[in-house]
């Protein structure tokens, strides 16, 4: 069982920055696949950003140029930084894991990101 705990987030002007930050917790496992997703009005839960343990990344089309993903092995924690918002990145925004191993998915609890003036 892996628990991921979330932080960051909150309220922020359209241009402003923000930093998410998760970290898993557990007994004896290793994560592949660290990322971030973000569920909209919309209710879909959309990849935004994701790194694997190797240091590969990906970026939704919407992120690139915007936002920054990047992990740390040892702490097992990944981070977002978040430049540039717009009143459309708000959503409340979910860490993911994915273990080496088995492949199994575990979610955090969400955090809450609004972007508006």
């Known amino acids: 069982q892996v628990q991921l705990v979330e932080s960051g987030g909150g309220w922020v002007h359209p241009g402003g920055s923000l930093s998410l930050s998760c970290a898993a917790s557990g007994n004896r496992f290793d994560i592949y696949v660290m990322g971030w997703y973000r569920q909209g009005p919309d209710n879909l839960r959309d990849v935004v950003a994701a790194?694997?343990?190797?240091?590969?990344?990906r970026y939704a089309d919407s992120a690139k140029g915007r936002f920054t993903i990047s992990r740390d092995n040892a702490k097992n924690t990944v981070h977002l930084q978040m430049n540039s918002l717009k009143p459309e990145d708000t959503a409340v925004y979910y860490c993911n894991v994915e273990l080496m191993n088995s492949g199994k998915s575990y979610w955090g609890q969400g955090t809450q990101v609004t972007v508006s003036s």
């Open positions: 790194i694997t343990k190797g240091g590969s990344v």
